[in-house]
């Protein structure tokens, strides 16, 4: 376990991302996977840069650990600042209401919620204390089986039914599992009744097996997308790419 302490404010955030990142590098974590972390740790060090001590000045403790199986970076953030609970705010809402009526505030706590695993909060000995922890390799025979999830070949056609997150950790599983059933395909069925989610990692997966299978003459076929997933391909543009069968 190392920790570090600095002045809570804004011009620090590079020191504590330089502590962070050697900690992630020296325990083998993908890069891909530090960008992401990286992102956490610029909005809860800056939401206490800018807030907790007000007009007033303070420091800031960033303490890290990591674990090993699976390989797990658990941050914890303290300060002397004012008592306040992150947690106890209520998620903004960005989906249904339009730009006009969509508070400004809160989003950077819900980008920390969609990267880390696992976030935290408590108040003692005057201080508060937020811990948020994230799987960088995520190794356990569990999620191997939901990265590599349901493959069935039948002539041509490839149908695949992957499970919970297209992610990260558990694409390039996903991907190294196909590589060995392509030979002799030219269309391939992405079932998606038991996806969760999908991230940048994912959606280039599906792009490479989409211009290997327009090599083929045949293409990549979308069903069953929860609407998060739909909505993730239309932010990237994949609705146009991709053969998506929407309900």
């Known amino acids: 376990m190392r920790e570090i302490t600095v002045s809570a404010s804004p ?38 840069a800018l807030y907790a001590y ?17 390989p797990t970076l658990i941050l914890t953030f303290m300060d002397r600042g004012m ?11 960005t989906t249904a209401l339009p730009a006009k009526e969509r ?13 880390m695993d696992d976030i935290a909060y408590r108040y003692e000995d005057g201080m508060n204390v937020l811990t948020v922890r994230k799987k960088f390799c995520d190794q356990t025979e569990e999620d191997k089986e939901m990265a590599i999830a349901e493959i069935e070949k039948n002539g041509n056609t490839l149908t695949v039914r992957p499970e919970g997150r297209l992610d990260t950790a558990r694409t390039p599983l996903l991907d190294n599992e196909l590589k060995q059933h392509l030979d002799g395909v030219s269309q391939i069925v992405m079932d998606l009744s038991k996806l969760e989610y999908v991230s940048s990692s994912g959606l280039r997966l599906l792009l490479w097996l989409e211009q290997k299978m327009e090599d083929e003459g045949g293409e990549v076929q979308v069903i069953n997308a929860n609407q998060t997933v739909l909505k993730i391909f239309e932010m990237a543009g994949f609705m146009a790419v991709l053969n998506v069968i929407a309900d």
């Open 83 to 93: 008592p306040f609970d992150p947690l106890a705010n209520q998620r903004p809402d």
């Open 11 to 48: 011009d620090q955030i590079d020191a504590v991302m330089e502590f962070v990142n050697g900690i992630l590098s020296r325990a083998g974590c993908p890069e891909e996977t530090q960008a992401e972390i990286d992102v956490a740790v610029d909005e809860l060090f800056g939401n206490i």
């Open 103 to 115: 508070p400004i505030g809160g989003l950077g706590l819900l980008l920390v919620r969609g990267i």
């Open 54 to 70: 007000g007009p007033e000045t303070g420091t800031a403790t960033v303490r890290a650990e990591t674990e090993e199986a699976p």
